[in-house]
Structure formats: C-alpha cells, structure tokens
C-alpha cells in the first residue's frame, strides 16, 4: 500500500481547467514574485533576484540551462525564481521545531508541508531507538560518522548519495574523501536521470556530454526537441529557441503531451511576449506514443537513406565506423511496424524526414522524456545514428543536446561523482595525493538500494537531494534505507530523508547557492558547469539564515579529516580554509581546468573542450560509431495503460512548491492522471472519477498509489501520465533502462481500478 501521506487538501476539491497553449509572460513574472515575496519579503526578494544569474552573482539552483554573454536585469524565470525563493525563505527549523514534531508524526506530512517548513539551521541527531531529532554539536556529529566509517568491516559497506546542486568544490573533495576510505561507491541523481544519454553518448562519440553551444542553437535550421517539457523545466531555453525561430529555424517537438511551451512562448523580457501574440513555437508537433522515439529515429534514418544526395558520405567515410552495417540494419525494417510503434502516422513520419532532408545544421535536443525507458540507450544512440548520416556533428549549428536538470549535475560528475570513473582519473588522483584510489566499480542509484536492501550497507550518506522521494519502488526503498545503521544527510531543507532513516540518523544543515560563504582566507566562491560545459563562478550574497552552518566542503574536509585520518595525504585544512587550494588540485586531476582560478576570472567563465566539436571522436574504433540496434517500444496489453511519471508546473523535483499546474489546467491538487478520451471510453471510465493505480510487473507484486482523480486529457492513446513522487510507489525497482540501469519512470505499465 502506499502510505506516503497526501496532499493537505482533498484532492476531491481538485479543480480542472482548460490547459494553456503558451508558456510564461506576464503570469508567470507575477507567480514568481508572489511566491517570492511570501517566503523572503520584498528586500530580500530584490536582492536575490537581481543577482541570480548575473555575472557576479550567484548561478541559478533551477535548472542546467546556460545564460548568454549578455544577460537582461532580468535573467530569470518563473521557477527560477521560485527555487531561489524556496532556499532563500525566511522561514526556519530549529530545535524547538524538531522537539515539537517526533520522526513518526514529521513522515505523515505530506512532501509539501515539509518543504514549506523553511531551512534547516543547527545540526541534529536522531539517536537509535528514539523518535526525536536532538541537537548536537558539528565536532560530536563528525566523530559519530568518522567512528561508524572507521569500523566497518569493509568500506564498501557505506555509499555516498549526490544530488546535482553541489559545487565543483565539495564534489571534487567529497569523491575524494569516499576514494580515500576505499569504495567507489558514489550514486547520484544523474543516475536516475541523464546516465543513459551520457552512456550512449560516451559509446557513440567518446564524451559522455552535449556537444552544443547557445550559439549553434541560435544557427541552426532545424531544433527537434524530444521527450521535454522546456515551459516549465527549462524556461529560459525557450528564449534561446525564440532566437532560434527569429533566424529562421524550424522547430519540432515530439511529445505525447501538447506542452505548453512548445507551443507558443510569451517572453517576459520583449514588448512582443508581454502585449503582443507571443512566438509561436513548433512548426510540427508530433504526438509520439510513450517509447516510440527509437522507431520514429529508425524510420526517419529510413528514409533519409533512401536518398543519396541527403547522406554526407564525406563525412561517414572519413570520422564515421559501422555505417554500412548500420544502413544495410535500417534498409531491412519494415516501415509500417517502425510507424505503428510511434502511434503517428505515415505523412507524419515523412514529414519529419523532410524536415532533415531540407536541414544542413540539426540539432537534437532531450529530457527525461528520452532517457527513462528501458530502451532509452538505444534511443539515444538512434539519435546519434540519425544526426551522423548528414554530418550533423563537429559543424556550427549542429550537434547532440542533452538538456541536464540539476544546476551542477553535470558538473559533479565532471568533477568524480561517478561509481565508475576511468583509469585514468584515478591515475591522476593517485599522482596528486600519493594513494592508490579503489578501482573497483562501486554502487549506482538502483544497486545501492539493492544492497542496502539485502543488509550489505551499514552507512548511507547524502549530499544534497531527496533520496528517498527521488527513488522509485518507495516501499522497497524505505525499508531498504531503514536496515541500516546510520543515515546521514547533508541537507538545505527539510524533507523526507530526514524521517524514512536507519538506526541513528543526522541531519547535517548547510548553506545553499544563495548564501554569502566565509573561510579563515575570506570570503568563498564556488564553481559550475552547465548544460553546454561552461564552467563559472557562483558567489552567494544573502545572510545565511544561521550562524551555526557550515558549507558543504567544511562539512566534507572536516569530516575527511576524522574519517580518514593521515592514510592519505591531502591538505583537507587548507582546502577548507581557502577554495583556491581545491581548484588548484582539481586543475591536475581533471582535464581541461588548467588555469582555472585565472579563468573564472571571466564573468563568462570558459567552456570545457568537447572533443566532436572538432571532428575528433575518443571512441575505442577513434571515429564516431554508428549502432545497428534492435527496434524496440512497450506493447501496451488490453485494458492497461502505459504511465509516464512526471513534474507538475510547481515543483522542483521532490520539492513541491504548490499545488497548481498552470500550463495543464490544474489547480488545487496533485493526485490527477491524465488519460486520453478514447481510452477512457474503451476502459469504461469517466472524467472526474476517483481510481487506483496499480502497477504490474514481472514480479507479480501489486503496487498501488491510492486516490487519483482521472482528468480527460489530451495525450497520446494508450499514454498516461501523473506526477512524480507520488508515482514512484508504482515504478519497481528491477525495471530499468538497460545498460544505464536509470529507472523507467517514464514507462510503468499500469490498470486503473475504481475507488
Ligand atoms: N521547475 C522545474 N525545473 C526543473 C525541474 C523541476 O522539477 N522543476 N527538474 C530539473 C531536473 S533534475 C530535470 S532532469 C529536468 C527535467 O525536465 P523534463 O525532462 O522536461 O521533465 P519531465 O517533467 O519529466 O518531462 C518529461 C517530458 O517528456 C515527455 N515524454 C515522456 N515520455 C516520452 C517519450 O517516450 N517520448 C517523448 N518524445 N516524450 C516523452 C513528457 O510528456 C514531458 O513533456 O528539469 C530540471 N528543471
Ligand atoms: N518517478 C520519477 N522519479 C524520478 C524522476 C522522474 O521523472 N520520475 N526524475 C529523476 C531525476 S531526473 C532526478 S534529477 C532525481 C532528483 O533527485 P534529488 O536530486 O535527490 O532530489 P531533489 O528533489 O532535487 O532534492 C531536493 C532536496 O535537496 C536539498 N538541497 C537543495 N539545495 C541544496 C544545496 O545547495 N545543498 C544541499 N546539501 N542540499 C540541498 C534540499 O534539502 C531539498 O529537500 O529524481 C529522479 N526521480
Ligand atoms: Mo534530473
């Protein structure tokens, strides 16, 4: 049964409207504000907001979208604003909070009400066998953990969690505290999220990253954006494609959803967005099924080939590999099967083929919409296939995209974050700190809650994130993480982690991107890498909300310090005293970051080489590989359904900041599924009516999530779609994207039951 808690209102109260066909405007500069301006007040609202994203201030926490040289006064979004908001509140959880409310009464709160409880400001233990968090000093805090580290019987027996807000300081020195104690075991949010564009990417073209700039996307001629929602998860590119669309670009969005942004953009910033008609976005919207992406890349490169003069065999033959096995693979599909896996039709597939065909600079741009499917690799790799058959990589305007969530998420991995990184980085390590790094690949997301779950873990630390919310399976998850001994979490506000915890749990609370950060050497600023391997300078300008909290890399470094004591030889005093020393270390370990103090000195910050940019693929054959891949898609049996999980306007992952979804026509509530007319007619249900949704899987264990309004809506047949955490009870944990084994929340096949 799912017993996460619901949302405080009656979700029978849920209001449904009609959805919007354009993104942003004036609604949205004014949800920002109000929001804003209930959880810090108008002088703090104006400080932050002024700063966010300039280029002496602080970098976005919202989302991995890049800001342009030149930046408006106003380089924000709606929900960047409200992540600011959210970390910047005045609102605050102290020891009184915590005497007041017991761990059992704080995990019957809903997501929501924890969220909006504030910032949490002195650090806190929850001892073994009580059910209130207490406050404790940071020396006794450490000396637990550094005590339970040290006693394990192997260091493989604890794992260390990222999320992507963390700075390229404390993930550089975090990777290399956990190496120092010997295991590799680092999971991160990446793996529920881009693993499998950058393991498809890194086999494909030898970098696991985007290959694009701002600029090509403001060049090129044809932008597919497949499997994203950039309305609400990445407003400020829907600048970047305004641009685009002005020079001349056509733009295609493949989706099951009509999402608002796609369809027409209202720009705060220009006369035209915010009196005028908008721009209007995509040229062709193609209502793709859920999993339908590889077979409509297939048969796009299908017809593509059956055209010589399109094919840049100039190209294929001198940096390509595999072209002719791959053609021949493709030539042999059978067209009418390939365009009945995506639920569009002929003309529809043609079309887009066009659209190639008429384009010499494409770009591809992808979410989570590609990357959580069981075939997502695959997928992924097909639009390698596709974009290599017209030389669509290593020239202006033309390139992979990737659209990364977590502001830093590409960054951390960059940085280490990864439980497997390469030789050579940890020859690198070796060189600088004099010891040998474990080599040994360790835990990702999903194979650390298997072991956890089979009692192999005694430690779980997080820096950063919602474990517990962000996971799927949440029942196996939450009894997984309650066997072990200790759970540690490094964290800006309170959340469910805090309350699904092992034995003993701390609560370790930190500055965020917002606050001002001072060291024994002075005032610190942190770094960052965004979607399109910029790196820059953030510095936070705000008061933190207590005197009493530590950065992330005081938090690590002293830790460290204990933990690991003198096996090794780094200068974890010095790194804490002044963030210099760390850039200067990480300018030996990581390529590309020479110079790198002297490079953030450029408000622009520099952008990190992407080896395809010039032609050079770093691939075991040293070309870029074309893949001859099996076509696969989800069959969708009689009378179920196919549920995508994903983020409501209002939220920022696990973080819900209210209960609205504007853009879909939702107000008041969160436990809605949308289905399509026609199936609600073939499954004999109604608008309005109040279902189970229940998950099937191999497995035969029945999950359920309880109590969801059903909303007639228009999405692809045989697709659903409902909002992320609630849905994640109903993901197993076994059903996993190959290769990148990143869960497939966007395919969990479900029947709904009535109330
Ligand atoms: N405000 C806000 N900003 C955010 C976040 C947030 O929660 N709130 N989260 C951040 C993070 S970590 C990330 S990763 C990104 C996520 O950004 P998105 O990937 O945009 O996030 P989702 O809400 O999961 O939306 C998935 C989109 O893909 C579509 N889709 C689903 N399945 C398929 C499919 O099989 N094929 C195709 N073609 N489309 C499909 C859905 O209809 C939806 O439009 O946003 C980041 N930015
Ligand atoms: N079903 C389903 N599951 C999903 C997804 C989906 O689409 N569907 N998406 C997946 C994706 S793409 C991602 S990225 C993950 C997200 O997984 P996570 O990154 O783990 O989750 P968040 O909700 O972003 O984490 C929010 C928490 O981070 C903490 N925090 C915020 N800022 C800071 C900071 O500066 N420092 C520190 N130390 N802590 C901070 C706060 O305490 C806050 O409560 O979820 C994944 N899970
Ligand atoms: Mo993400």
């Known amino acids: 049964?799912?017993?996460?808690?619901?949302?405080?209102?009656?979700?029978?109260?849920?209001?449904?409207?009609?959805h919007k066909d354009y993104a942003a405007g004036v609604p949205g500069v004014y949800h920002a504000l109000k929001i804003s301006y209930q959880q810090m007040g108008a002088q703090r609202t104006a400080r932050t907001l002024l700063k966010l994203n300039q280029k002496d201030g602080f970098d976005c926490p919202g989302c991995a979208w890049p800001e342009k040289d030149k930046r408006h006064v106003a380089e924000?979004?709606?929900?960047?604003?409200?992540?600011?908001?959210?970390?910047?509140?005045?609102?605050?959880?102290?020891?009184?909070?915590?005497?007041?409310?017991?761990?059992?009464?704080?995990n019957q709160k809903t997501d929501w009400w924890l969220g909006q409880q504030g910032r949490l400001v002195e650090p806190m233990i929850k001892p073994a066998g009580q059910d209130h968090y207490r406050p404790i000093s940071w020396d006794a805090a450490f000396d637990l953990i550094a005590t339970e580290l040290r006693g394990l019987d192997s260091p493989d027996r604890a794992t260390f969690y990222t999320s992507g807000r963390t700075s390229n300081e404390a993930a550089f020195v975090y990777q290399l505290m956990v190496r120092a104690l010997g295991t590799n075991n680092l999971p991160d949010c990446s793996n529920m999220c881009h693993e499998s564009s950058g393991s498809a990417l890194t086999d494909a073209i030898g970098v696991g990253k985007g290959s694009v700039q701002l600029e090509d996307l403001e060049q090129a001629e044809l932008i597919v954006v497949m499997g994203q929602n950039p309305g609400t998860n990445h407003p400020r590119m829907l600048s970047t494609l305004e641009v685009a669309k002005q020079n001349g670009a056509v733009i295609v969005a493949v989706n099951p959803l009509p999402e608002a942004g796609l369809i027409n953009f209202h720009n705060p910033q220009t006369p035209k967005g915010v009196v005028g008609g908008g721009t209007d976005m995509a040229d062709d919207f193609l209502q793709i099924r859920l999993g339908g992406d590889q077979a409509l890349l297939m048969a796009?490169?299908?017809?593509?080939?059956?055209?010589?003069?399109?094919?840049?065999?100039?190209?294929?033959?001198?940096?390509?590999?595999?072209?002719?096995?791959?053609?021949?693979?493709?030539?042999?599909?059978?067209?009418?099967?390939?365009?009945?896996?995506?639920?569009?039709?002929?003309?529809?597939?043609?079309?887009l083929?066009?659209?190639?065909?008429?384009?010499?600079?494409?770009?591809?741009?992808?979410?989570?919409?590609?990357?959580?499917?069981?075939?997502?690799?695959?997928?992924?790799?097909?639009?390698?296939?596709?974009?290599?058959?017209?030389?669509?990589?290593?020239?202006?305007?033309?390139?992979?995209?990737?659209?990364?969530?977590?502001?830093?998420?590409?960054?951390?991995?960059?940085?280490?974050?990864?439980?497997?990184?390469?030789?050579?980085?940890?020859?690198?390590?070796?060189?600088?700190?004099?010891?040998?790094?474990?080599?040994?690949?360790?835990?990702?997301?999903?194979?650390?809650?298997?072991?956890?779950?089979?009692?192999?873990?005694?430690?779980?630390?997080?820096?950063?994130?919602?474990?517990?919310?962000?996971?799927?399976?949440?029942?196996?998850?939450?009894?997984?993480?309650?066997?072990?001994?200790?759970?540690?979490?490094?964290?800006?506000?309170?959340?469910?982690?805090?309350?699904?915890?092992?034995?003993?749990?701390?609560?370790?609370?930190?500055?965020?991107?917002?606050?001002?950060?001072?060291?024994?050497?002075?005032?610190?600023?942190v770094s960052v890498e965004d979607s399109m391997s910029r790196v820059h300078a953030s510095r936070g300008n705000l008061k933190p909300p207590s005197e009493n909290l530590l950065s992330e890399v005081s938090i690590l470094t002293r830790l460290a310090r204990r933990a690991v004591g003198d096996k090794?030889?780094?200068?974890?005093?010095?790194?804490?005293?002044?963030?210099?020393?760390?850039?200067?270390?990480?300018?030996?370990?990581?390529?590309?970051?020479?110079?790198?103090?002297?490079?953030?000195e450029n408000p622009n910050g520099f952008t990190l080489p992407h080896a395809s940019r010039s032609r050079r693929f770093p691939t075991h054959s040293g070309r870029a590989?074309?893949?001859?891949?099996?076509?696969?898609?989800?069959?969708?049996?009689?009378?179920?359904?196919?549920?995508?999980?994903?983020?409501?306007?209002?939220?920022y992952n696990t973080t819900i900041y209210g209960l609205d979804d504007r853009y879909r026509g939702i107000k008041n509530g969160r436990r809605v599924v949308f289905?399509?007319?026609?199936?609600?007619?073939?499954?004999?249900?109604e608008d309005g009516e109040m279902v189970d949704l229940v998950s099937e899987w191999v497995d035969g264990i029945e999950r359920r999530a309880q109590d969801f309004r059903v909303v007639k809506y228009n999405t692809a047949k045989g697709c659903a779609a409902a909002y992320y955490p609630e849905t994640n009870v109903l993901v197993p944990l076994d059903s996993v994207a190959d290769v990148s084994n990143t869960p497939a929340s966007k395919s969990v096949l479900i029947r709904l039951e009535k109330r």
């Open 568 to 600: 090794v030889d780094v200068p974890w005093e010095e790194f804490e005293a002044d963030y210099r020393t760390i850039r200067s270390s990480i300018s030996r370990v990581v390529p590309g970051f020479d110079e790198y103090e002297s490079k953030l």
């Open 76 to 106: 924000f979004c709606e929900n960047g604003a409200k992540a600011v908001a959210e970390e910047a509140t005045r609102r605050l959880v102290d020891a009184d909070f915590f005497a007041k409310h017991s761990v059992h009464e704080l």
């Open 300 to 351: 796009v490169a299908q017809i593509l080939l059956q055209d010589e003069s399109v094919v840049d065999r100039a190209f294929i033959d001198e940096y390509t590999a595999g072209f002719d096995e791959y053609a021949a693979h493709v030539k042999g599909l059978d067209l009418a099967e390939l365009v009945a896996a995506t639920g569009l039709t002929e003309p529809e597939v043609r079309g």
């Open 353 to 525: 083929a066009a659209r190639f065909a008429a384009s010499s600079k494409t770009i591809v741009c992808w979410a989570m919409g590609i990357t959580q499917h069981k075939h997502s690799v695959a997928t992924i790799r097909e639009i390698v296939n596709v974009l290599l058959i017209q030389g669509n990589l290593g020239r202006p305007g033309a390139g992979v995209c990737p659209v990364r969530g977590h502001s830093n998420v590409q960054g951390d991995r960059t940085m280490g974050i990864f439980e497997k990184m390469p030789e050579w980085f940890m020859d690198n390590l070796q060189q600088e700190f004099g010891f040998d790094p474990p080599r040994e690949h360790g835990f990702d997301t999903v194979n650390s809650i298997r072991a956890m779950r089979d009692g192999k873990i005694d430690v779980f630390m997080a820096v950063g994130g919602n474990f517990i919310r962000a996971t799927p399976d949440s029942e196996v998850t939450e009894a997984a993480l309650r066997r072990c001994r200790l759970t540690v979490q490094v964290s800006t506000k309170l959340n469910r982690s805090h309350t699904v915890c092992g034995d003993t749990a701390l609560i370790l609370p930190t500055l965020g991107r917002t606050d001002r950060d001072f060291q024994a050497s002075g005032e610190q600023r």
């Open 1 to 18: 049964m799912n017993r996460a808690p619901r949302e405080d209102s009656d979700e029978k109260d849920v209001e449904v409207g009609q």
């Open 675 to 685: 289905v399509n007319a026609d199936d609600l007619v073939a499954l004999g249900f």
């Open 625 to 651: 590989n074309f893949a001859a891949l099996p076509l696969e898609y989800p069959r969708i049996p009689e009378g179920r359904l196919l549920l995508q999980t994903l983020r409501s306007h209002d939220q």
